[in-house]
Each structure stands twice: as structure tokens, then as C-alpha cells.
């Protein structure tokens, strides 16, 4: 039996802002158990909610020298669906009513002490590792302090690290004076083949140059951060590293989304009867969010962080031109730049019947329009694989993607002659290549619907499960560390 700890900065059920926290909260308890003791660590945020932190326990708590001063680091332990998790703990880093924060200077200080007292809490806790996998530049400098100032110790000989990317557009950067004093590091480590990049220290780099495996969640977004476009900086680093990374595809959780037994939805459904059944979820969501009832109209959702990434830049530029003159509805759901916010809220005042804008946070709403809509909008500039699209699938809701990462990855593009595909898709990030393929889906699901609906029996079909991804990350453990 081999110990993997998995180190981030958050996972379901505890803390969730993306599909970081989904990827944490799930894989663990994919891995075979009879071959590895996975647990979990993460920090003990003051904005976990109450009942959840009633279920931890304290276990131990030191003084660690950090950024020249002495520093509390607690340690407390939660079980939950079999699955250890440890929390580090100290209120001066971890309040806020949100685990991030907008300055980048104290998330790089907040996240070096993550780094430096979970591996300083390893030895108390009575769980040795031999193997830490590490998860977004959060837990960058993990493998570089193993390779620093733990190295000496026998306790950390041979625990072997993977980093893994979930979106390398963030790397936790700032100037290298700073970042000195913080981690304590010396000269040696603020070096272009160590982790200098550009200038700045960069803590992702750190971890990508030190970490014995690297991974990332899609074959494609593997092959794109070896470009320039996708690189973000990193892709000759990448490239160099490139015999060491694999791109391993994300699952979801498929007892949490499954139509069949989905308590937050209205009208349970599945693979045989969502032709039926379905449509029924959608005229309950038409009735609570005030849009025309109409069982008949294509409803397309959204369910995302408004952020860049997600080509809603792309969407402002045809909202007009699709709610003016197509027979749609569109429903979104999230919260993150206020631009896209503010875009979605005026043409939900526009088309008042046609949109309807949820300009915030929530699961139950989110399993509803999963189940409710007919098409799902997803044209991402980059994504390192989405996990949206994947619950789309499940809940016979057909994607409309951009070609990109694991939207490539997962959903393939229907073709009317061969009849195969489980979704819609476009190449170029062009905001009326976009409208072409969202009216190509209206056309098959109002001409066609015969085939509109043979696409989501394919959909729902296809298998996002984490059972093949799982086997993938143990073949790498396996590599690592037998
Ligand atoms: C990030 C990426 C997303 C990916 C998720 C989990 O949020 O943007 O594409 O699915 O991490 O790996």
C-alpha cells in the first residue's frame, strides 16, 4: 500500500470557486484503494461554512518560522465519503469571506505558508507520503521546498511530487525581492532555468521544473501549452518537460449528476424515457425564472465564471442578432467579471422573455438548467478541459463548444451524414462561426428532431465517468512509485 497526499487549495465538499475544487472532491475517492491511501489537504478557510467545520477535528498545532516571524499552523482531520482530509490552519491567512483574494502579493504569501506547514505538519500527523500531488500554482513551491530545505531529512527521502495544471493561465507571479523574502529561497532558486520567468518568481514554474511528473486535464490542452498561443509563457519549459507531461481527461462525479436520482431537479429522467420526460424540466424552469412558457422553444443554457476565458466576448457580439430574430431562450447562470455581469443584466432587461441573467452562485439552480435546457453554450477561448460540457452530456443536453482543449477532448461534432456526434462545434474563435453553429443546432432540433434526439442518446451514452481517468493517474502513481 503507497500514500498519495493531494495538496490544494480547494476541493468539494469544503471550498469550491471552480472545477479545481470538483476534480479534488471526486478523483480520490476513484483511485483504487486497495493499491493507494489517497487523502487530501487544503486550507482551513474561515469562510467554510459552519457545519463543515463541524465536522473537523483538531489534532495538533506548532510554531514555524515564516517570512521572519513565528507562525501558528494548525492541523485539523475530516472524513467524509471515506476520504481523509487534513486543514491547515492559521486565521491571519485563511479569513476573507472568499478563499482569493485581488492581491496577488499576499496569495503568493498565503500560499507559500500553505506549502511550507503542510510539508511541516507531514511528520505530526502520522501520514508519510510517497507521493504529493499538487494541484495549480497554489502548491507550486511544494516540490521546490522538498527539493530545498526538506531534502535533509529522512522522513521526505524519495517522496516524489506531480504537478498538475488545471489552468496555466495562473501562475502566481510577482517580483523576485518579494518572493525571496517570503519562501526563504535562496539565489540559486531565482534562476531563468529555476523559477524566474520573465523577471518575476513565478511559483507554477517552480513546481513544473521540480515536479517528477507533470499532468495536465485534456490531451489537446497537453499539446496546445507546447504553443505560444496556449503557453502563456511556460510553452518552452513545457516543451522541454514534454517526455514527463500527459494530459489526462477529467470525470465528474456520477452519482452527484445523474438525472435519474437528481434531487435538485423537478422531473427525473434517463436514457430511455428523456423524450418524454425532459421537456417537463424545462416548463417548470420557464415558470420559476419568468421566461414565456413554451415547450417548444429552444432553450440554450450557460453555466460558467464570467470570466475571459470563457469566449463571452464572443456571445456579447451576437446577442442581438440571435434574440431579435431567433426563437430561443437563453439562460445564464454565475458571477466574475463585471463587464459580463452587467452584459448578461441588460439583455436580460432587453429580451426580457428570451433571457434570463442569474448573476450569482448556485448548485441547485445549476443541476436545473443542466436538466432543463436543450443546448448548452460553451465557446471558450481556452479550456484546460471544462467540466460543464461533461454535465451537459449526462443530462442529454447538447454542447455547442469552441474546438478547443478538452471541449475538443469530450464532445465530438455532429455529422448528419454519417449520423455520429454528440454535440455541435466551430474551429475559429469568430463570433459568427459561433452564430452559424448555434443555428445549424436550431435547425436539426426544429426540422430534425428525430435527430436532434438520436445526438443526445449518443450524448448521454458516451462514458465521463472518472473509471477510465482514474486508471490513467494510477498507471502514472504506478510509474512513480509502484
Ligand atoms: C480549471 C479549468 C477547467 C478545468 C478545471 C478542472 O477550472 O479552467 O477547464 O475543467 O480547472 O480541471
Not at 507546447?226 to 518537460?241: H, I, P, S, V, W
Request: aromatic share 14%; with cysteine; glycine share 8%.
Amino acid at each position: 500500500m503507497k500514500n498519495i497526499l493531494f495538496a490544494a487549495s480547494e476541493g468539494v465538499p469544503f471550498i469550491k470557486t471552480g472545477g479545481l475544487a470538483d476534480v479534488v472532491g471526486s478523483l480520490p475517492k476513484c483511485i483504487d484503494k486497495k493499491y493507494y491511501d489517497v487523502r487530501v489537504v487544503i486550507p482551513k478557510y474561515t469562510c467554510i461554512k459552519q457545519e463543515l467545520r463541524d465536522k473537523m477535528e483538531f489534532k495538533q498545532s506548532f510554531y514555524m518560522d515564516f517570512h521572519w516571524r513565528n507562525v501558528y499552523v494548525g492541523i485539523l482531520e475530516a472524513k467524509v465519503d471515506g476520504i481523509t482530509y487534513y486543514f491547515i490552519d492559521n486565521e491571519g491567512y485563511f479569513n476573507g469571506m472568499k478563499p482569493y483574494c485581488d492581491d496577488p502579493l499576499w496569495e503568493i504569501e498565503k500560499y507559500a505558508f500553505f506549502c511550507k506547514a503542510l510539508l511541516s505538519a507531514l511528520p505530526l500527523i502520522g501520514f508519510k507520503p510517497d507521493l504529493i500531488h499538487c494541484h495549480d500554482w497554489q502548491t507550486g513551491l511544494i516540490p521546490v521546498y522538498l527539493h530545498e530545505r526538506f531534502a535533509g531529512s529522512d522522513f521526505y527521502q524519495n517522496v516524489k511530487t506531480v504537478m498538475t495544471i488545471h489552468n496555466l493561465k495562473f501562475q502566481g507571479k510577482w517580483g523576485v525581492k518579494d518572493v525571496k523574502e517570503i519562501t526563504g529561497l535562496s539565489d540559486y532558486y531565482f534562476a531563468p532555468d529555476k523559477l524566474e520567468a520573465y523577471k518575476d518568481a513565478n511559483l507554477l514554474k517552480g513546481g513544473i521544473v521540480y515536479a517528477d511528473a507533470i499532468t495536465t486535464v485534456s490531451s489537446t490542452y497537453a499539446e496546445e501549452i507546447k504553443t505560444m498561443f496556449y503557453g502563456e509563457g511556460l510553452d518552452g519549459l513545457l516543451n522541454a518537460r514534454a517526455g514527463d507531461l500527459r494530459g489526462i481527461v477529467n470525470g465528474i462525479d456520477y452519482e452527484d449528476f445523474n438525472p435519474e436520482t437528481d434531487k435538485k431537479i423537478a422531473v427525473k429522467y434517463n436514457a430511455i424515457n428523456f423524450r418524454k420526460e425532459k421537456v417537463k424540466n424545462k416548463l417548470k424552469l420557464q415558470e420559476e425564472l419568468g421566461l414565456e412558457k413554451d415547450a417548444g422553444t429552444m432553450m440554450i443554457g450557460i453555466v460558467s465564471r464570467l470570466t475571459d476565458q470563457k469566449g463571452l466576448d464572443l456571445i456579447a457580439y451576437i446577442m442581438d442578432e440571435l434574440c431579435s430574430s431567433d426563437k430561443v431562450q437563453i439562460v445564464v447562470l454565475g458571477t466574475g467579471e463585471e463587464r459580463y455581469e452587467n452584459m448578461f443584466r441588460h439583455f436580460n432587461w432587453k429580451y426580457n422573455d428570451k433571457v434570463s441573467a442569474n448573476i450569482y452562485y448556485s448548485d441547485d439552480l445549476s443541476h436545473k438548467i443542466y436538466a432543463a435546457c436543450d443546448a448548452f453554450l460553451m465557446p471558450s477561448l481556452f479550456e484546460p478541459c471544462g467540466l460543464s460540457q461533461l454535465m451537459a452530456l449526462r443530462y442529454g443536453t447538447v454542447p455547442i463548444v469552441r474546438e478547443t482543449g478538452g471541449l475538443k477532448d469530450t464532445v465530438a461534432p455532429y455529422n448528419e451524414y454519417e449520423s455520429t456526434g454528440t454535440g455541435f462545434s466551430f474551429t475559429n474563435y469568430n463570433a459568427h462561426e459561433m452564430l452559424r453553429t448555434i443555428r445549424y443546432a436550431e435547425h436539426i432540433y426544429y426540422d430534425k428532431k428525430r435527430e436532434w434526439n438520436k445526438i443526445i442518446d449518443r450524448g448521454m451514452a458516451a462514458d465521463f465517468s472518472w473509471y477510465t481517468s482514474a486508471e490513467k493517474y494510477q498507471e502514472m502513481y504506478m510509474w512513480l512509485i509502484g
